[in-house]
């Protein structure tokens, strides 16, 4: 028996080859179109001074507000009054120091003038890329970070600031693909530099590309890998709940989540656990899960278009009229139904599972079966709900996902359809 799927992400992921099951995903996050994780805790650059920049904490920019805080010193990215230039390694020093406190414009400034200083220093193009980032110029960001890569090709540590572009703000197939290799080659350099938290980054990028290619297994190995290194760190341990929701191991993933959610507020690790709940067809504690991620972090989490069983049966039936006549046609051939949520059982045959958040379903008939026995096209109400913030959204979607999963009908595999936007 082979399966058909459709799952909402940043990009329609193919099932493995080997794998009996192939769908439309849904998104893990509940926005549309989520940005690929939530928020790193940290971006680490280092200048060669030994100095390590990271993002201003939320936490201390909170606690700065409340005391009076000395003007910054004005960047020494311009020549002195007597015409000399200043020294690289008191730009990058002052960069590291701008970058630091979240000063990004100044940490930029000084970066690019370092970097016409001399055009040949790794860490003047590696503080311009995590600044750009900072700053949302993702197009110059990557080609800052390239810059720095075609001087030093395994540098680790610029390495992980590109993967971390390419997992986070990027997202696409082919983005996650080459963080991956980015990854892959840094860990050599950092297992002999001998750097737990370089490797415990290196290992929860990977996770969050591999989670997002539709491979959990494999997310779960990296993800558990960071944990090792780092068992504080909660951004690891959520990645290890995510692969585990994933895997449909619900019940080690809800463990996971309740106990960094029983540290600390956490959106994220409530949204999985709203998830798991509605699995379990636990609506109240689903609902409650949902509205406490939604206050936690309102912009992750947006109100969804949320149709009633009724409004949406009737959206399903517009949208099948509006179709054009060869997909009525497909949908005629098949046993067609909506459904609230994938079941467990078609979820779990495949190796690794297929996602819970797939949108909808197709299932040829079974091996063997005699001819009269009809494929089957199911839509997944609840995720198809959850992926849209309002009714032109989940029109879209549906028709999206019908579409799709009558190509598999037809006899077309994920990359045809995925060449199709589908």
Same mark, same amino acid.
């Given at each position: 028996?082979?399966?058909?799927?459709?799952?909402?992400?940043?990009?329609?992921?193919?099932?493995?080859? $080997?794998?009996?099951?192939? *769908?439309?995903?849904?998104?893990?996050?509940?926005?549309?179109?989520?940005?690929?994780?939530?928020?790193?805790?940290?971006?680490?650059?280092?200048?060669?001074?030994?100095? %390590?920049?990271?993002?201003?904490?939320?936490?201390?920019?909170?606690?700065?507000?409340?005391?009076?805080?000395?003007?910054?010193?004005?960047?020494? *990215?311009?020549?002195?009054? /007597?015409?000399?230039?200043?020294?690289?390694?008191?730009?990058?020093?002052?960069?590291?120091?701008?970058?630091?406190?979240?000063?990004? /414009?100044?940490?930029? #400034? *000084?970066?690019?003038?370092?970097?016409?200083?001399?055009?040949?220093?790794?860490?003047?193009?590696?503080?311009?890329?995590?600044?750009?980032?900072?700053?949302?110029?993702?197009?110059?960001?990557?080609?800052?970070?390239?810059?720095?890569?075609?001087?030093?090709?395994? @540098?680790?540590?610029?390495?992980?600031?590109?993967?971390?572009?390419?997992?986070?703000?990027?997202?696409?197939?082919? @983005?996650?693909?080459?963080?991956?290799?980015?990854?892959?080659?840094?860990?050599?350099?950092?297992?002999?530099?001998?750097?737990?938290?370089?490797?415990?980054?290196?290992?929860?990028?990977?996770?969050?590309?591999?989670?997002?290619?539709?491979?959990?297994?494999?997310?779960?190995?990296?993800?558990?890998?960071?944990? #090792?290194?780092?068992?504080?760190?909660?951004?690891?341990?959520?990645?290890?709940?995510?692969? =585990?929701? #994933?895997?449909?191991?619900?019940?080690?993933?809800?463990?996971?989540?309740?106990?960094?959610?029983?540290?600390?507020?956490? $959106?994220?690790?409530?949204?999985?656990?709203?998830?798991?709940?509605?699995?379990?067809? @636990?609506?109240?504690?689903?609902?409650?899960?949902?509205?406490? $991620?939604?206050?936690?972090?309102?912009? $992750?989490?947006?109100?969804?278009?949320?149709?009633?069983?009724?409004?949406?049966?009737?959206?399903?039936? /517009? /949208?099948?009229?509006?179709?054009?006549?060869?997909?009525?046609?497909?949908?005629?051939?098949?046993?067609?139904?909506?459904?609230?949520?994938? @079941?467990?059982?078609?979820?779990?045959?495949?190796?690794?599972?297929?996602?819970?958040?797939?949108?909808?379903?197709?299932?040829?008939?079974?091996?063997?079966?005699?001819?009269?026995?009809?494929?089957?096209?199911?839509?997944?109400?609840?995720?198809?709900?959850?992926?849209?913030?309002?009714?032109?959204?989940?029109?879209?979607?549906?028709?999206? %996902?019908?579409?799709?999963?009558?190509?598999?009908?037809?006899?077309?595999?994920?990359?045809? =359809?995925?060449?199709?936007?589908?």
């Amino acid at each position: 028996m082979t399966h058909s799927f459709r799952r909402f992400l940043p990009l329609v992921v193919a099932a493995a080859a $080997a794998s009996p099951l192939s *769908c439309k995903r849904a998104p893990p996050a509940v926005d549309a179109v989520p940005a690929a994780k939530p928020p790193a805790s940290a971006s680490l650059v280092t200048a060669p001074a030994a100095s %390590t920049a990271k993002p201003i904490d939320a936490s201390d920019a909170v606690r700065g507000a409340q005391r009076p805080q000395p003007e910054p010193p004005a960047p020494p *990215c311009l020549p002195s009054p /007597e015409g000399r230039d200043p020294a690289v390694p008191d730009l990058l020093e002052q960069a590291s120091r701008d970058f630091e406190k979240g000063r990004f /414009e100044d940490a930029l #400034e *000084c970066a690019r003038e370092a970097s016409r200083l001399d055009s040949q220093s790794v860490a003047a193009h590696h503080f311009r890329g995590a600044a750009l980032t900072e700053l949302g110029h993702v197009d110059e960001a990557r080609t800052a970070y390239a810059r720095a890569l075609a001087l030093d090709p395994d @540098d680790p540590e610029v390495l992980r600031s590109a993967a971390d572009l390419h997992v986070r703000r990027l997202g696409g197939r082919d @983005d996650l693909e080459l963080a991956l290799l980015y990854t892959r080659r840094a860990f050599p350099r950092a297992h002999r530099m001998k750097d737990r938290a370089l490797l415990k980054d290196l290992h929860l990028l990977e996770a969050m590309a591999l989670d997002d290619l539709g491979r959990p297994g494999d997310a779960l190995a990296a993800a558990s890998k960071a944990v #090792e290194l780092d068992g504080k760190d909660r951004e690891a341990r959520r990645e290890k709940g995510v692969a =585990l929701f #994933e895997l449909c191991r619900f019940d080690e993933a809800r463990a996971e989540l309740e106990k960094l959610g029983s540290e600390e507020p956490d $959106a994220w690790a409530e949204h999985y656990l709203g998830l798991i709940a509605e699995r379990a067809q @636990d609506d109240v504690a689903a609902a409650t899960h949902f509205a406490r $991620a939604q206050k936690l972090d309102a912009d $992750a989490f947006k109100p969804t278009a949320a149709p009633s069983p009724s409004a949406f049966a009737r959206v399903v039936q /517009e /949208e099948v009229a509006r179709l054009p006549a060869d997909v009525q046609a497909g949908l005629k051939r098949s046993n067609f139904a909506v459904v609230d949520l994938p @079941d467990v059982g078609d979820l779990t045959a495949t190796d690794p599972p297929l996602s819970p958040g797939i949108l909808g379903l197709f299932r040829p008939p079974a091996d063997g079966s005699n001819d009269q026995e009809r494929p089957a096209i199911f839509l997944y109400r609840k995720n198809l709900a959850r992926a849209a913030h309002n009714d032109d959204e989940l029109r879209r979607e549906v028709r999206d %996902t019908l579409i799709h999963e009558v190509g598999h009908l037809n006899g077309e595999d994920d990359d045809q =359809l995925r060449d199709r936007g589908l």
